[in-house]
Nanobody, 125 residues
Framework: QLQLVESGGGLVQPGGSLRLSCAVFGRTLDNPAIGWFRQAPGKEREGVSCISSSGGTTNYADSVKGRFTISRDNAKRTVYLQMNSLKPEDTAVYYC??????????????????WGQGTQVTVSS
């Protein structure tokens, strides 16, 4: 059983930056793959990025490629999403997700199972 706690959301102007954090609590046999999803008002939830258990593989949705960077510190059991050059269309609730496996399928974790409570990101002038 894992618990995920996101932090770092907030209000930022277009072109600005934010860094989201996802702290992982609980024990597993192996570090899980971790991903970030987001859901904007009136839209379906979508995958944003994924990082494998070792951090050796990172993948991104086309909409954020080149602007967002996912990373992890397994010693601190924390995953980060650095978001630069933010746009109003990035406004959404961002969720951290842990897989039952240690790898990603494209830019989403294989069998996303554990979800955080979400953190609001608002990009507006």
């Amino acid at each position: 059983q894992l618990q995920l706690v996101e932090s770092g959301g907030g209000l930022v102007q277009p072109g600005g930056s934010l860094r989201l954090s996802c702290a992982v609590f609980g024990r597993t046999l192996d570090n899980p793959a971790i991903g970030w999803f987001r859901q904007a008002p009136g839209k379906e939830r979508e995958g944003v990025s994924c990082i494998s258990s070792s951090g050796g593989t990172t993948n991104y949705a086309d909409s954020v490629k080149g602007r967002f960077t996912i990373s992890r510190d397994n010693a601190k059991r924390t995953v980060y999403l650095q978001m630069n050059s933010l746009k109003p269309e990035d406004t959404a609730v961002y969720y951290c997700v842990a897989s039952l496996y240690n790898y990603c399928v494209g830019y989403v974790p294989r069998d996303a199972y554990y979800w955080g409570q979400g953190t609001q990101v608002t990009v507006s002038s």
